[in-house]
């Protein structure tokens, strides 16, 4: 038996293995010596990081890591902490409806995509190229009704196109100022590279025939090549040199919202309710304020509720994070969690994604909960991936936790925490939830990309910067409902005032939006 998390992480180094905390706490509370180098054995060659599905006995359920505690019986009103398991049939028959199954769901809901699956194992470094270039294919299809477009190898290999208009749609692999004050951008499609140039209209001699409005297009361009990052796909229409080495832009579009996009309403009354960042076992957690929308819950007339990640706070997320927990324990925060579920209303449908905070792998996209954590959940409770695109009565709900507005606010100019509905048009307009490889959103590379939005959804629904944001887009309702954790000390640090115990409510007939904030004695509406 290791010492220390740091001698059981040091061993797994030596083995040329990261590791994840959850093999780390278990090797801690096994008090098995051997269980160490039995995992290593375990472990596929190809594999980077260790996984609690290395375990051995982990697949076939021989072994379960202990939980350092006396499991709550059925028959306990559980009341420990945050919450506890709900005891309404002391029979010992369900409470909940008969066609509830977490597996079978009714007519009206649909996982579009982002059905649990199995984790994969370690990324080839070829999976980078399928990744990117699916990406691209998606995109440019979409880009394809704004023109023709040309390979870029057709403009740098010959010189049928030099001093021509042309059009291409490439990647961004590369964007920065001149020297001068303008923006060039290296863009890339699968054939070859070029540069863009993109001209600063106010460092340009003025003229009395200069045409007003063309300087007003010219501006506009310029700004938006300033919001231009790594990884988005753009068509460019523009002048190719007399090199062929770099094109003057005029125009540039993004795959974006068709402004005329007409979102799908319920043909049946039906309402969902919406909300994120729960954040059990954290001392912030917002207990009372939790069982006030609990009891809301019963007769506010919504049939669904979406969780959009980090129901609990988790294990080592950030430095010192054991010293603002008030349930140290990751087995516990997601039972406790659980008990939380079991006192909502029985004939309610709960959909839960995971976020960062929670115990699955980090890298997007995240796989669904696994079994180990969850299997306190009522069977009213389904579980998909994040991002998972769900249809209830027709209307498309694209849940996604929200990583990646760290990196989109840290890009984009005049872009801020506090406004999160204005990250998620920048999402829309580029249709990709995370952009930017190899900033602070870890992205996993595979033969598809789940991050391009498409088909697109009516609802947007997000979670992270535990603000609330509100926006319709081209037809998109865009929320953020905010969190059930009051100020953390590192919010404190960023000066970043969360807006806590708030739900939205959308109307899936009309689409209507309300949003309640629960921090007083009664629910109250927020203007919006």
Request: aromatic fraction near 8%; include cysteine.
């Amino acid at each position: 038996m290791q010492d220390s998390p740091t001698a059981i992480t040091r061993k797994f180094l030596q083995a040329n293995l990261q590791v994840h905390p959850d093999v780390v706490l278990t090797v801690l509370e096994s008090q098995d010596p051997t269980l160490i180098d039995a995992i290593i054995k375990n472990v596929p060659k190809d594999a980077l990081v260790v996984l609690p599905r290395h375990i051995p006995g982990y697949v076939n359920e021989r072994y379960e890591p202990p939980l350092p505690h006396t499991p709550v019986k059925e028959d306990s009103a559980g009341t420990e902490d945050e919450g506890g398991s709900d005891n309404d049939n002391a029979e010992g028959e369900s409470p909940y409806p008969n066609e509830f199954s977490r597996f079978d769901l009714p007519e009206d809901i649909e996982i579009l995509a982002g059905s649990p699956s199995e984790l994969n194992g370690g990324a080839e470094y070829t999976d980078f190229a399928y990744y990117f270039r699916n990406r691209y294919t998606k995109l440019a299809k979409i880009l394809r009704g704004r023109g023709e477009y040309i390979p870029i190898s057709a403009l740098t290999q010959t010189v049928r196109y030099r001093k021509q208009q042309v059009c291409i749609v490439g990647m961004v692999s590369e964007v920065r100022n001149t020297s001068k004050g303008h923006r060039i951008a290296v863009l890339e499609d699968p054939t070859d590279t070029v540069n863009v140039l993109f001209m600063n209209p106010q460092l340009q001699a003025a003229s009395p025939n200069r045409d007003p409005e063309r300087d007003r297009m010219r501006q506009e361009l310029f700004a938006e090549a300033e919001r231009l990052i790594p990884d988005e796909v753009v068509m460019i229409k523009g002048t190719l040199s007399d090199d062929g080495n770099i094109i003057y832009s005029d125009t540039m579009f993004r795959p974006d919202i068709p402004p005329m996009n007409a979102p799908f309403r319920s043909k049946e009354p039906a309402k969902a309710v919406f909300i994120s960042d729960v954040h059990v076992g954290s001392n912030t957690f917002l207990k009372d304020e939790w069982e006030r929308f609990s009891d809301w819950l019963v007769n506010c007339g919504a049939k669904y509720l979406l969780i959009a990640g980090d129901v609990v706070d988790g294990i080592g997320i950030y430095p010192d994070q054991d010293k603002e927990l008030t349930i140290p324990n990751i087995y516990r925060q997601y039972e406790v969690f659980a008990g939380m579920l079991q006192k909502l209303p029985h004939d309610m449908r709960i959909i839960v994604s995971p976020g960062n905070h929670d115990a699955i792998r980090g890298s997007e996209p995240q796989p669904a909960l696994t079994e180990i954590f969850t299997k306190h959940f009522p069977p009213n409770v389904t579980l998909v991936e994040n991002p998972a695109l769900v249809s209830i009565h027709g209307v498309r709900v694209l849940m996604y936790h929200g990583r990646s507005y760290d990196d989109l606010i840290a890009m984009i100019p005049g872009a801020s925490y506090n406004e999160p509905q204005n990250m998620m048009e920048e999402m829309l307009k580029r249709r990709l939830l995370a952009c930017t490889y190899g900033e602070r959103t870890p992205i996993f590379p595979a033969k598809e990309d789940k991050l391009v939005i498409d088909p697109i959804p009516e609802i947007l629904h997000t979670g992270h910067v535990h603000i609330t944001g509100y926006k319709k887009y081209h037809g998109v309702t865009c929320i953020n409902a905010g969190t059930w954790q009051s100020q953390t000390s590192f919010q404190k640090q960023m000066n970043i005032n969360p807006n806590p115990a708030r739900a939205f409510m959308i109307d899936l007939k009309t689409l209507s939006c309300e949003l309640y904030d629960f921090s007083g004695d009664s629910p109250t509406l927020v203007n919006l």
